[in-house]
């Protein structure tokens, strides 16, 4: 059993072939990687992508198929740490880059709103203040008490969050279609192709998109985007449509929602065991999988069929927010990664942010995802 998303039809990628070195070689064939070499490629530079595997074979076709604005930090926590007007242009920005990667994704994405659904009264109130800064600050959001919900998680959970803008991503499909993109603009796509060594690739700058799967490319900033792994489930289609949105609660532990196809697709309770989860190693385990499906059979009144069971690895950052820039103390590599398990849109934009650096822009989001500050004392 296998990603449900990678079973899908995958398109035959145009084979482009550089003559001399490329400008910039793109470590990473996900969403990130695909994104930032598209993004290059349009700017004029030519480009060379080096995936390990296949196209999108690591987490972005392995993910939980959400596409949320925001980033992993809740709203009324971001105005905190970073600064209300920071956390206001960082959520306008992932708003843009929704709708850009939904522009580019076609029928891959759908915009269906999402819940961000309340555990017990504890998390009612949190998820209360963020949506009192959402709406605070202008942003679309509407509560829903308990009894407003659908069932059948009416009654087992507090409150809810509508995000009325967000929606649901084949995260798979949509990366092949940027790289399809970043292929008909000139990107040369090597699959299979492992990089042990930056200056082997005879670029003049070298961005390295593997989120949470180590690269050993990174130098002293090795490891500071934590390799962290999330187990998911599918189930066989059901008929009935039973959830019209991706439901996420219990702080992110729990999340699910329900494929074009019916397939319910569950993903979470890595908290059930947390240590083993900080990992590189994709592989599930019997226990979380087995709360996996003993939650959906509750929720659902019945045990499901169950014909799909994997594990991604994301990069987690300890204050939850990209790491994008340069790597300190080199003057042509650079990092794009650390979405602590908002990857889909994050990733994008951040691909899409590292190549606006490359081609000479300042973008302000920069600064907030410097690398450097993860990197203080060595970097001094």
Same mark, same amino acid.
């Given at each position: 059993?296998?990603?449900?998303?990678?079973?899908?039809?995958?398109?035959?990628?145009?084979?482009?072939?550089?003559?001399?070195?490329?400008?910039?070689?793109?470590?990473?064939?996900?969403?990130?990687?695909?994104?930032?070499?598209?993004?290059?490629?349009?700017?004029?530079?030519?480009?060379?992508?080096?995936?390990?595997?296949?196209?999108?074979?690591?987490?972005?076709?392995?993910?939980?198929?959400?596409?949320?604005?925001?980033?992993?930090?809740?709203?009324?926590?971001?105005?905190?740490?970073?600064?209300?007007?920071?956390?206001?242009?960082?959520?306008?920005?992932?708003?843009?880059?929704?709708?850009?990667?939904?522009?580019?994704?076609?029928?891959?994405?759908?915009?269906?709103?999402?819940?961000?659904?309340?555990?017990?009264?504890?998390?009612?109130?949190?998820?209360?203040?963020?949506?009192?800064?959402?709406?605070?600050?202008?942003?679309?959001?509407?509560?829903?008490?308990?009894?407003?919900?659908?069932? *059948?998680? $009416? %009654?087992?959970?507090? /409150?809810?969050?509508?995000? @009325? &803008?967000?929606?649901?991503?084949? #995260?798979?499909? =949509?990366?092949?279609?940027?790289?399809?993109?970043?292929?008909?603009?000139?990107?040369?796509?090597?699959?299979?192709?492992?990089?042990?060594?930056?200056?082997?690739?005879?670029?003049?700058?070298?961005?390295?998109?593997?989120?949470?799967?180590?690269?050993?490319?990174?130098?002293?900033?090795?490891?500071?985007?934590? *390799?962290? $792994? %999330?187990?998911?489930? /599918?189930?066989?289609?059901? @008929? &009935?449509?039973?959830?019209?949105? #991706?439901?996420? =609660?219990?702080?992110?532990?729990?999340?699910?929602?329900?494929?074009?196809?019916?397939?319910?697709?569950?993903?979470?309770?890595?908290?059930?065991?947390?240590?083993?989860?900080?990992?590189?190693?994709?592989?599930?385990?019997?226990?979380?999988?087995?709360?996996?499906?003993?939650?959906?059979?509750?929720?659902?009144?019945?045990?499901?069929?169950?014909?799909?069971?994997?594990?991604?690895?994301?990069?987690?950052?300890?204050?939850?927010?990209?790491?994008?820039?340069?790597?300190?103390?080199?003057?042509?590599?650079?990092?794009?990664?650390?979405?602590?398990?908002?990857?889909?849109?994050?990733?994008?934009?951040?691909?899409?942010?590292?190549?606006?650096?490359?081609?000479?822009?300042?973008?302000?989001?920069?600064?907030?995802?410097?690398?450097?500050?993860?990197?203080?004392?060595?970097?001094?």
């Amino acid at each position: 059993m296998g990603s449900y998303w990678l079973d899908a039809e995958r398109p035959d990628l145009r084979q482009v072939r550089l003559q001399g070195p490329a400008d910039v070689a793109v470590v990473g064939g996900g969403i990130t990687g695909c994104a930032c070499a598209l993004a290059l490629a349009e700017g004029g530079l030519r480009v060379v992508l080096h995936e390990a595997r296949e196209v999108a074979g690591g987490a972005s076709g392995r993910n939980g198929g959400f596409a949320l604005r925001g980033g992993a930090m809740p709203y009324d926590s971001a105005r905190e740490w970073v600064g209300a007007e920071p956390a206001r242009d960082l959520w306008q920005w992932t708003e843009r880059q929704l709708d850009r990667l939904a522009d580019l994704s076609g029928d891959a994405l759908r915009r269906t709103g999402s819940l961000r659904l309340a555990a017990d009264d504890e998390e009612r109130a949190e998820i209360e203040r963020e949506f009192e800064a959402l709406r605070g600050d202008g942003f679309a959001a509407d509560w829903l008490d308990g009894e407003e919900l659908d069932p *059948p998680v $009416r %009654g087992r959970f507090a /409150a809810a969050i509508l995000h @009325p &803008e967000d929606g649901t991503l084949h #995260p798979a499909r =949509g990366t092949w279609r940027l790289a399809l993109r970043a292929a008909e603009a000139g990107v040369q796509i090597r699959e299979h192709s492992r990089v042990e060594d930056p200056a082997s690739l005879h670029a003049e700058q070298v961005v390295v998109a593997t989120d949470g799967y180590p690269s050993g490319l990174l130098g002293r900033l090795e490891g500071s985007i934590i *390799p962290t $792994r %999330g187990q998911m489930l /599918a189930t066989e289609p059901i @008929p &009935e449509l039973i959830f019209d949105r #991706p439901h996420y =609660g219990r702080h992110g532990y729990d999340y699910w929602h329900q494929t074009t196809d019916g397939s319910i697709l569950a993903g979470g309770f890595r908290d059930t065991d947390l240590a083993s989860e900080f990992t590189a190693e994709e592989a599930t385990t019997p226990g979380i999988q087995s709360a996996l499906e003993t939650f959906l059979a509750d929720l659902l009144g019945r045990p499901p069929r169950i014909t799909h069971r994997w594990a991604g690895i994301f990069g987690l950052v300890p204050d939850l927010l990209p790491v994008v820039g340069r790597v300190p103390g080199s003057d042509s590599l650079w990092v794009a990664g650390g979405y602590s398990g908002h990857g889909n849109v994050l990733g994008f934009a951040c691909g899409e942010l590292v190549a606006a650096a490359i081609l000479g822009e300042e973008p302000p989001l920069l600064q907030l995802f410097d690398p450097l500050r993860l990197d203080l004392d060595d970097a001094l």
